[in-house]
Antibody, heavy 120, light 108 residues
Framework: EVQLVESGGGLVQPGGSLRLSCAAS????????MSWVRQAPGKGLEWVSI???????YYVDSVKGRFTISRDNSKNTLYLQMNSLRAEDTAVYYC??????????????WGQGTLVTVSS | EIVLTQSPGTLSLSPGERATLSCRAS???????LAWYQQKPGQAPRLLIY???NRATGIPDRFSGSGSGTDFTLTISRLEPEDFAVYYC?????????FGQGTKLEIK
């Protein structure tokens, strides 16, 4: 069974840092495209970043230079290092798998999300 | 960057009625890369439709997707009580991904 479990969220001051983790089971992270999507309180979904199986990485403009996506193959885990955090980064952060093998080309599995609150 | 605009923002219907949700793109989107998701309060989004018209695993056949180019539609043929939720369209293009702002489907 495919499962994604995020952790690492919490309260952080503006300018601070936080690292989110997404532990995967039921599939191999480094053989798939893995992404972070966030949702500010009461707002819609916003794509944040993606890491392809081959290692290519992309970010939404608003987090470039501040956020870094990475993975640990030995732990089958995806990460999001968030630096220089701003109030507008406050959101629930979901990790999601972008399915390509079956021709689906969509986010087919999602974690339950972890809340990041940036406030003084 | 492709911007997706969903309409209406809120749709008020009764169980048993037909729902039609629209997603319009600022540039042409390859149909293979257009998906729809359902999100209920406190839950993660769930994939409903991929490739503009293909139902994901386990999705009832009352859900259908259509469209091409810049105009896409999600139709729910007969609303069930569990279908009242927020729906998002999403596209991929040029290594960037984006979501529409969502349509809230509420009980009338």
């Amino acid at each position: 069974e495919v499962q994604l479990v995020e952790s690492g969220g919490g309260l952080v001051q503006p300018g601070g840092s936080l690292r989110l983790s997404c532990a995967a089971s039921g599939f191999i992270v480094n053989s798939n495209y893995m992404s972070w999507v966030r949702q500010a309180p009461g707002k819609g979904l916003e794509w944040v970043s993606i890491m392809y199986s081959g290692g290519s990485i992309y970010y939404v403009d608003s987090v470039k230079g501040r956020f870094t996506i990475s993975r640990d193959n030995s732990k089958n885990t995806l990460y999001l290092q968030m630096n220089s955090l701003r109030a507008e980064d406050t959101a629930v952060y979901y990790c999601a798998r972008w399915e390509t093998y079956s021709g689906t080309y969509a986010f087919d599995y999602w974690g339950q999300g972890t809340l990041v609150t940036v406030s003084s | 960057e492709i911007v997706l605009t969903q309409s209406p923002g809120t749709l008020s219907l009764s169980p048993g009625e037909r729902a039609t949700l629209s997603c319009r793109a600022s540039q042409s989107v390859k149909s293979s890369y257009l998906a729809w998701y359902q999100q209920k309060p406190g839950q993660a989004p769930r994939l409903l439709i991929y490739g503009a018209s293909n139902r994901a695993t386990g999705i009832p056949d009352r859900f259908s997707g259509s469209g091409s180019g810049t105009d896409f539609t999600l139709t729910i043929s007969r609303l069930e009580p569990e279908d009242f939720a927020v729906y998002y369209c999403q596209q991929y293009g040029s290594s960037l991904y984006s979501f529409g702002q969502g349509t809230k489907l509420e009980i009338k």
